[in-house]
């Protein structure tokens, strides 16, 4: 069955420079249990496409599908949103944990606020010491404030607010960011967990390691668009977009490759260009990439460029 199908999906900011494009005609499919991976250079999108799919922007305007259980999320009021789905079904662990969290209220305030907001009716104390038991941390820690706590505790205690309602999909915005390796470590086998326990998860990040760890499917995003999109597998065995092979040469191996970077900057948002965004980096340009590019089917999801026509 499917658990998310997002279509058409585009975002734009209004800006002193005019309005800014930053997630541009996305689509991808998830069922039940599966996770996607989304990676990409920063400012590419990312981050936005996470705060869409939830509707927590704070001055973007979307447009698109978004459908979750077969029900359209764009389509509902944001009561009615708040109500049903937001936190219940849907949550999100946001990037920077330590700005994330409110420093002159204890965790256990902070979490109460989440389960009186999305009106949970049951035992509120049950349920946050069942969620500090989930990312293995001591319910002691809920009389203490943010700046008590470590920096991996911080993030767990993240997690945990996420966990609350217990969600079927859950976007994660670069939960591992600012950690040392033994902590990184730590989380992913805590998101690995919980997804052998049934739960979805929408992975930000930069690391694609990382992703390899969790997601069945992977998004590749530069300029606001999914330039590739595929199961795991094909992505990393099998790139077909020159932007996805660059940045599988980017990453220092075992074997003492030495890493390629991808020469020149992402294109604008404000003003994107009409042709294929990733055209003035691409070493492998032709006369037809002068173009925007459609998508091309691959075996496994689409390809966003001219040398698979």
């Not at 599908?65 to 109500?83: A, M, P, Q, V």
Request: with cysteine; charged share 25%.
């Amino acid at each position: 069955m499917v658990l998310i199908s997002v279509n058409g999906l585009s975002t734009k900011y209004d800006s002193t420079n005019g309005p800014v494009y930053a997630v541009d005609d996305v689509d991808f499919e998830l069922k039940d249990g599966e996770s996607i991976g989304i990676a990409g250079e920063s400012a590419c999108g990312k981050s936005t496409l996470g705060l869409s799919i939830i509707r927590m922007l704070s001055g973007g305007k979307t447009k698109g599908t978004i459908l979750f259980d077969e029900e359209s999320l764009l389509g509902l009021s944001e009561s009615d949103f708040n109500k049903e789905f937001r936190w219940k079904k849907i949550a999100m662990i946001f990037q920077g944990a330590m700005n994330s969290l409110d420093p002159v209220f204890t965790i256990n305030e902070q979490c109460l606020e989440i389960i009186k907001q999305h009106n949970f009716a049951g035992d509120s104390q049950k349920i946050i010491s069942d969620a500090m038991n989930a990312v293995s941390l001591n319910e002691s820690i809920l009389k203490k404030y943010p700046h008590e706590l470590s920096g991996g505790m911080k993030q767990r205690v993240v997690i945990a607010m996420a966990l609350l309602l217990k969600p079927k999909f859950v976007i994660a915005d670069e939960p591992t960011t600012a950690l040392d390796v033994l902590i990184q470590a730590q989380i992913v086998n805590l998101l690995k967990n919980l997804k052998k326990d049934g739960m979805s998860f929408m992975l930000i990040t930069h690391d694609l390691a990382v992703l390899s760890e969790i997601a069945e499917k992977i998004g590749i995003m530069y300029g606001g668009q999914i330039v590739e999109f595929g199961s795991s597998q094909e992505i990393y065995k099998n790139p077909k977009h020159p932007y996805t092979k660059g940045l599988l040469e980017s990453i220092p191996t075992l074997s003492g490759n030495i890493p390629k970077y991808i020469k020149g900057i992402p294109p604008s948002l404000v003003d994107p260009p009409t042709q294929c965004r990733f055209l003035e980096r691409c070493p492998v340009a032709v006369e037809k990439c002068k173009q925007l590019p459609p998508k091309f089917k691959t075996e496994t999801g689409y390809v966003r460029c001219w040398l698979y026509e």
